[in-house]
């Protein structure tokens, strides 16, 4: 697992100010859509895509393939760039800022298992998105499964 880059302190001060930048990463099988089950106070017990912060100096394609290291243990190919989505749920539940999350469909590079890391006590691959989801990623993907 990787060390964060920023403290709580430096977390807050920053992103109170400005917008976190993160990548999600969307797999879609013939098992259906890769969620996990957070396991940590932010959006706790609720099924979400796969994703996090862009680091400074760090480009996106490389935040992809660290992220899926991980946080799902898989190496991933990219596929394209199926948009963005905003979270406002995070001024609500943190009380400043919220991040803005270009999503990326991703497939995986090879056969390995899934391995999660600490932010996430289960996965699943969802034919039908599940009730308790990140209400701005359920949004995102009824709106994707629509056009």
């Known amino acids: 697992m990787s060390t964060q880059p920023l403290t709580y302190e430096e977390f807050s001060s920053v992103y109170s100010r400005v917008p976190r930048l993160t990548v999600e990463i969307l797999i879609k099988t013939v098992e259906g859509t890769l969620l996990t089950l957070r396991d940590l106070p932010s959006w706790n017990n609720l099924w979400h895509i796969p994703g996090g912060t862009v680091y400074y100096g760090e480009t996106v394609e490389r935040a992809i393939q660290r992220i899926a290291l991980d946080e799902i243990g898989l190496k991933v190919s990219l596929v394209k760039l199926l948009g963005y989505l ?11 800022g919220w991040s803005i999350g270009m999503v990326f469909q991703c497939e995986m590079a090879d056969s ?32 994707q499964i629509e056009e």
Do not use: C, D, W
């Open 112 to 143: 390995s298992s899934i391995s999660l890391n600490n932010q996430a006590s289960q996965f699943k691959f969802f034919k039908t998105l599940p009730e308790n989801m990140v209400q701005e990623q359920k949004e995102f993907l009824t709106n």
């Open 86 to 96: 905003h979270y406002p749920s995070e001024m609500k539940e943190r009380g400043f």
